[in-house]
């Protein structure tokens, strides 16, 4: 089939989002969406994948739904540009996960790596939700539905794609060609595809408590980059210091560039002369981190602005989802007709079918 460039991202409302997702994967939405080289751009609040781990507790998401609208909003994801809709309240993506999962096998989709890691990271070895177990088939449909062909993601989503686009060759094989297969869209910094977590953990989580938000207020940020993990042999000013593993300077390879030294620190000419010295030893801790919070706070506090229109004015935001959500109930109820038509099972609109029990029967 003919591929147009359709870009399909999204995040579960389970809290409020992140650096993490700001630098792994927002960021780079909102440069893809203004940059305007695709046929249509979606972003979903999926919540429906939200609840195979949070079943027992809607409220989370319920509470968290309206929070991810904000921090898209707050960021720069324009509504006129871009589709953002609720995924639970377009049911052709239930339909079409139960049509893919007749295509999967248990044992594939116990082998899913991402999946692997999060069985064990939620303690599910013992107790798995079947919903959990079939998120992938879940996250397929996401994209297949909307016949996105460009996903931004993290890089750990990466087998969550390769599943998406074994089902779309499984489904093209057996019935008819009507669906693309997908590829990534990785942050260009490597740091920041997998930005680490405040207390030097190997990625920043809200489980593991260990983020800076995007809407964090200003006192908080600071409170928490001065509680950063560096490098524990620095314990006086003229040590010699390391910068690898160091989540201090981790965070400054993502987010510093020269005019941040030219406006904050000038003794510097950029990064690489601050990890000299700091390498060298003479440079504390706290010099760095103060510069750290400088340099977020050019990032953040336009952010917060905008969340803070968005707070008072919570009858646009709504506005924003209903719109989006029955946008895309359209384009999926239209992909759902195909579906079923290449499977053979639109029995009602298929004249042959119709002609055929006609003749059988009379």
């Known amino acids: 089939m003919q591929e147009k460039n359709i870009i399909l991202t999204g995040d579960r409302p389970t809290g409020r989002l992140h650096l993490g997702h700001y630098v792994g994967s927002l960021k780079n939405r909102v440069k893809m969406q203004n940059e305007g080289d695709f046929e249509k751009m979606y972003v979903m609040i999926a919540d429906s994948q ?30 006129e540009k871009v589709t953002i809709f609720v995924q639970s309240q377009v049911e052709e993506l239930t339909e079409l996960t139960f049509y893919f999962l007749n295509l999967v096998t248990l044992s594939r989709l116990e082998r899913n790596p991402t999946v692997k890691s999060e069985i064990k990271q939620k303690n599910f070895e013992t107790s798995l939700p079947a919903g959990f177990l079939i998120y992938p088939v879940s996250q397929a449909a996401d994209i297949l539905l909307f016949d996105a062909n460009i996903i931004p993601v993290g890089v750990d989503q990466e087998p969550m794609l390769e599943q998406t686009r074994e089902i779309s060759r499984s489904f093209n094989n057996i019935y008819e060609e009507i669906f693309i297969e997908p590829h990534a869209v990785l942050p260009e910094n490597k740091v920041a595809q997998r930005l680490p977590g405040i207390d030097g953990s190997a990625k920043m989580s809200k489980s593991l408590g260990n983020c800076i938000y995007l809407a964090d207020d200003k006192k908080t940020v600071k409170k928490k980059v001065m509680s950063m993990y560096t490098d524990p042999d620095h314990i006086n000013i003229e040590d010699p210091g390391k910068v690898e593993g160091n989540i201090v300077f981790t965070y400054l390879d993502v987010f510093s560039n ?41 990032e953040l506090e336009p952010i917060r602005k905008k969340r803070a229109y968005y707070e008072q004015n919570l009858d646009q935001v709504l506005e924003i989802l209903n719109k989006g959500t029955a946008d895309a109930r359209e384009v999926g109820r239209a992909k759902i007709n195909a579906v079923k038509k290449s499977m053979g099972i639109d029995y009602f609109a298929d004249s042959r079918f119709l002609k055929e029990i006609n003749e059988k029967y009379n």
Do not use: C, M, W
Not at 73 to 79: A, F, R
Not at 258 to 267: A, G, I, R, T, V
């Open 50 to 79: 939200a609840l195979t781990d949070n079943f027992n507790n809607p409220d989370k998401i319920r509470e968290n739904l309206i929070e991810v609208a904000l921090d898209y909003l707050s960021i720069g994801i324009d509504p």
């Open 258 to 298: 020269d005019s941040h030294f030219e406006k904050y620190l000038p003794e510097y000419k950029n990064l690489d002369e601050l990890k000299t010295h700091y390498q060298k030893g003479g440079l504390g801790d706290v010099k760095v981190k103060k510069f750290l919070i400088k340099v977020l706070e050019e």
